[in-house]
């Protein structure tokens, strides 16, 4: 086989309904949903009623039996239950923030109703799951004093689904109750409701939160259209509680149910400071009215300024020169404070000035001007430079950095990684011959064809070629065009590739689908229109399997970078 003896391998790429005025069911995707941070209740028993309630089933006594029970719920409600059991720990993975309340079925009149509860009802929600594996519609209704306020939209799936009833408007005393309507299990949660005429005052708006260094980060807002007070609180992981109308909050008060107060005050900004670096604050904001009723809140987050990597990475290299092509390899090496990115340098001096913090560096990889730099993504560990000039010496430096944008922070302390090579020349080459083949995982196949010709090539006059599984020449063709230059390279791609490879792409080609066993080669015009074989990945007539062994790798052709070495000179067929 041709390329035995001339490729050197480089590395593997493994790379219902009575009158309601508003009522929905939502289907809403339980990953995305893990991230939404319920919101906990807070209620009052007082004279004036419920502003809003909450049972998130936190005390519920329900086993892994099925039972007839009742438990003392969020601010001493009373709940009771009828032929239920516990969620049986989200063993389906529907995403359930456990406890939650397991229905059995509708002719076991299984149920969960409250007490007597004062101050009326407006609005009302309840979150549903899937009940163990089996197939079969899962629906709920719901009752307020015995009548029927809807059914929810019944579901077979295992994502989380939000029953939601909105004008309700019953004032007094009201009991809640969620019945089971189907033969099948399903899980209740997050029972909430509002209190009948409780709208509080409107939120404030445009309420946005952004990280000015790694201990601050800025919050501002506009009040509402009342001029309302503004109180804000803070989470480190998204839960807030419900600030219960007619209590006030000052600076450092817990909210019940999650959220520390940062500012209760009339006005417009709030700097929060003393913060760890590199770490997500959540913030929500709420407008207070004069009465001291909250409204429902507005959320936003943000991450503060991660401080500048601990270390340089290890290992950096450049090897496997060629004629117009570097590639180069690290390790990471992270340490407590891990880089978003490196910066990587180029140049023919040696010579290399460190990056400014606060200033970021765009991408330059036209070294024609004997210098560039790439940024390039943590955990990338290589970088290709191509278009260099024949028998160069380049030099090489790495900078790793956290954050971005004039919040970058470069490590420049230490010893800074460097490397050099220097690329290979190709004396009048014969003819263009593939210089490297990609067959890398998914979509990740390429092919590059090198001019070392002297000259320049018109590539109207070559093709390439595939053949799958031991074909025959050729099965599938591609016509190239226009001129390549001497010293440079033609790589013909899959439009699925990584961005590395597409990025340095020059055609794509629909067939590059070559898995290992699949032969490719580039064809030249002999002067009559027909079209010779003049070097070749693999060959035909014979299926090796799963791929052809190279330079001692057993199926080098299958998963690997095959890169030409710097001693091959022209094209070859056998």
């Not at 002999?526 to 057993?554: C, H, K, N, Q, R």
Request: proline share 3%.
């Amino acid at each position: 086989m041709n390329i035995i003896g001339n490729f050197s391998s480089l590395f593997a790429n493994d790379n219902p309904v009575k009158d309601v005025s508003f009522m929905c069911s939502g289907l809403i995707n339980k990953n995305i949903m893990k991230k939404i941070y319920f919101l906990l209740g807070l209620l009052v028993l007082s004279g004036v009623g419920f502003g809003q309630g909450l049972e998130d089933f936190t005390n519920s006594n329900a086993t892994s039996s099925y039972a007839d029970n009742n438990f003392v719920g969020q601010n001493g409600i009373t709940w009771y239950y009828v032929a239920s059991r516990n969620a049986n720990g989200d063993a389906n993975g529907s995403g359930i923030t456990l406890p939650a309340l397991m229905l059995r079925r509708s002719s076991s009149s299984s149920k969960v109703y409250s007490e007597t509860i004062p101050g009326g009802i407006g609005n009302f929600s309840v979150k549903l799951y899937k009940g163990f594996t089996g197939s079969g519609n899962r629906q709920v209704e719901l009752f307020i004093n015995d009548v029927s306020y809807g059914t929810s939209t019944p579901f077979d799936d295992f994502n989380e689904h939000l029953f939601t009833v909105d004008n309700i408007n019953i004032s007094g005393n009201v009991v809640i109750r969620i019945d089971d309507i189907t033969s099948k299990q399903v899980i209740v949660d997050d029972i909430t409701w509002t209190g009948f005429g409780a709208s509080g005052p409107d939120n404030p708006t445009d309420f946005v939160s952004a990280a000015v260094s790694t201990t601050e980060i800025d919050l501002s807002w506009t009040q509402s259209g009342n001029s309302d007070d503004v109180m804000v609180a803070w989470s480190s992981d998204g839960t807030f509680g419900i600030p219960a109308d007619g209590t006030s909050y000052a600076a450092g008060n817990t909210i019940a149910g999650g959220g520390t107060v940062i500012y209760n005050a009339n006005g417009t900004s709030y700097n929060h400071t003393g913060l760890t670096p590199g770490t997500y604050y959540y913030y929500k904001a709420w407008s207070v009215d004069g009465s001291t009723n909250y409204s429902s809140g507005t959320t936003d987050d943000a991450t503060t300024f991660k401080n500048e990597p601990s270390n340089h990475v290890s290992d950096f290299a450049a090897d496997e020169a060629g004629a117009t092509t570097i590639p180069l390899t690290w390790n990471d090496n992270d340490g407590a404070v891990v880089a978003d990115g490196y910066l990587v340098f180029i140049n023919t001096t040696g010579t290399f000035s460190a990056p400014v913090d606060g200033t970021s560096q765009s991408d330059d990889t036209d070294v024609s001007d004997g210098s560039g730099q790439v940024n390039i993504a943590h955990g990338a560990e290589s970088y290709r430079w191509n278009g260099l000039s024949q028998n160069t010496q380049y030099y090489f430096a790495i900078y790793p950095y956290t954050n971005s944008g004039t919040a970058i922070d470069y490590k420049v302390d230490g010893t800074v990684p460097t490397a050099s090579a220097t690329t290979t020349v190709v004396f009048g080459a014969p003819d263009l011959f593939i210089s490297e083949y990609i067959e890398g995982s998914g979509s990740n196949k390429a092919l590059e064809i090198f001019n070392g010709t002297g000259a320049a090539i018109d590539l109207s006059n070559y093709q390439i070629w595939k053949i799958s599984n031991g074909g025959n020449w050729p099965e599938s063709t591609l016509s190239l065009s226009g001129t390549l230059a001497n010293g440079d390279v033609y790589v013909i791609y899959n439009s699925g590739a990584d961005a590395s490879i597409v990025s340095v792409g020059d055609i794509i080609w629909g067939s590059a689908t070559w898995n290992g066993d699949d032969a490719v080669g580039l064809a030249k015009d002999d002067g009559t229109g027909t079209f010779t074989l003049i070097d070749a990945v693999g060959e035909d007539g014979s299926d090796p399997g799963s791929g052809w062994d190279v330079a001692g790798v057993t199926n080098a052709t299958k998963d690997h970078t095959l890169v030409r070495k710097s001693s091959v000179l022209s094209p070859n067929t056998n």
